[in-house]
């Protein structure tokens, strides 16, 4: 397994940075979110389980399997 596998991406399709938790990307991605300079929204992918998460604004997030 990827010892990296949790890879965050802004709305422009540029890799954020790379986690091997979902927790810390999820707490870093939240903190990216309050940057007014960070092109919205946001996507955390897990690709070897396929999963995408989206955080669209403070508090607001969203799921999906690809």
Do not use: N, Y
């Not at 979902?22 to 979110?33: I, M, P, Q, Y």
């Not at 604004?57 to 999906?64: D, E, H, I, M, R």
């Amino acid at each position: 397994m990827d010892a990296r596998r949790f890879v965050v991406w802004d709305a422009q399709g540029r890799p954020l940075g790379a986690f091997a938790e979902f927790e810390v990307a999820h707490e870093w991605a939240h903190l990216r979110v309050l940057q007014e300079w960070t092109p919205l929204p946001l996507t955390i992918d897990d690709r070897p389980a396929k999963i995408s998460r989206r955080l669209c604004g403070v508090g607001a997030a969203s799921w999906s399997r690809g």
